[in-house]
């Protein structure tokens, strides 16, 4: 099963299963508390790193991204807190995230250890895109603050078209047949 806090693929376990897209799966093995609004620098508005004026290696370089290519801003966000239930297993005891008051999107998280020490912090990268007239995402960061190591995904300066918003998908997109069709092996 890839769920929870399995090494995600590809992420040189530095991001688990449930960490893509911030956090992306069952929410049942935490207790969720919204905190409150707050004002905190994240980041936002990144079109320099989503700039096909910049290539992958100039973006990733040792130990962080390119600082000239992103940006942060003041920005409102609510807090929620996510605390690991009694009983429960992951490598996670508590994530903090940060979630955009204009787009309900997660912004920033942090991830604790089992010993409530800092261990991972994540970022989104995103942008508005005019065409699809939505907040997406440049790239996704998650630094790893014990080791340095940290993972970069979901960039788009390379490809020729990263987004197609003109894609309208039917329910026959998800039988098991046409998802199968679709994997990888």
């Known amino acids: 099963s890839v769920a929870y806090d399995s090494a995600g693929p590809t992420t040189a376990g530095l991001r688990t299963a449930d960490g893509r897209d911030m956090f992306n799966g069952a929410p049942d093995r935490y207790d969720w508390q919204l905190v409150g609004k707050k004002t905190l620098y994240v980041p936002y508005n990144s079109y320099r790193l989503a700039s096909p004026e910049r290539s992958y290696e100039a973006l990733i370089q040792p130990g962080h991204v390119a600082p000239e290519a992103t940006r942060y801003e003041l920005h409102r966000v609510w807090e929620v807190v996510a605390t690991l239930k009694p009983g429960m297993r992951h490598i996670y005891s508590k994530r903090h995230y940060f979630i955009d008051e204009d787009t309900w999107a997660i912004l920033a998280a942090d991830h604790y250890d089992n010993r409530g020490e800092l261990w991972r912090i994540g970022e989104a990268h995103s942008f ?40 309208r998908a039917s329910a026959s997109d998800y039988s098991p047949g046409a998802l199968r069709s679709k994997g990888l092996r």
């Open 128 to 167: 508005y895109h005019p065409t699809g007239q939505a907040a997406v995402n440049a790239m996704e960061v998650t630094y790893d603050l014990n080791n340095g190591r940290y993972l970069a995904s979901g960039l788009v300066n390379e490809q020729r078209q990263p987004f197609d918003f003109s894609y």
